[in-house]
């Protein structure tokens, strides 16, 4: 990395990277970014995403994206890169809950939206006397899956 660029040029060339999926790429400019300027939690929220993406080092990106959060916690950016995170290591449920968190900072997110709509919402469990993870509600929620049957909720509603 070129030294002589700032800390923002480096923040700017990293999202282009990041917004052509090249999140390798993007790992360089956020390190350097957050190196040039520690305090700064987007740098540090971007810079944890990429870890998490790249390095797949869940611990060390978390740790990096909660910091940000808890510096800059009215910003939806970074309950998204939070979310990003979760998700890209299959924790679905906590990664809608910083998704939906983002959106009560800045409902009209089209990210967080578009993030939300693309996950789509959970269904009920079949047999709702039971627990969601019980074996016999996770064998039928995959058959009314494959068979593309309607929940009872949805069907009525």
């Known amino acids: 990395m070129d030294a002589?660029?700032?800390a923002d040029e480096h923040f700017q060339k990293g999202q282009e990277w990041l917004r052509a999926r090249q999140p390798g790429a993007a790992l360089e400019?956020?390190?350097?970014?957050?190196?040039?300027q520690?305090?700064?939690?987007?740098?540090r929220s971007f810079y944890g995403l990429c870890i998490g993406l790249v390095e797949r080092r869940f611990s060390k990106a978390l740790e990096l994206c909660n910091a940000a959060v808890k510096d800059e916690f009215f910003n939806p950016d970074l309950y998204l890169n939070l979310a990003r995170v979760h998700m890209a290591f299959g924790f679905k449920a906590e990664g809608m809950r910083y998704l939906r968190r983002a959106l009560m900072i800045d409902p009209s997110s089209a990210t967080a939206q578009a993030e939300l709509a693309r996950l789509g919402e959970r269904r009920r469990p079949v047999l709702g006397f039971l627990p969601r993870?019980?074996?016999i509600n996770r064998?039928?929620?995959?058959?009314?899956?494959r068979l593309g049957i309607a929940d009872g909720a949805s069907a009525a509603g």
């Open 38 to 43: 520690r305090d700064n939690a987007r740098y």
């Open 133 to 135: 993870r019980h074996p």
């Open 139 to 145: 064998w039928l929620g995959r058959a009314r899956q």
């Open 4 to 6: 002589r660029f700032s």
């Open 29 to 36: 400019h956020f390190r350097v970014a957050n190196a040039l």
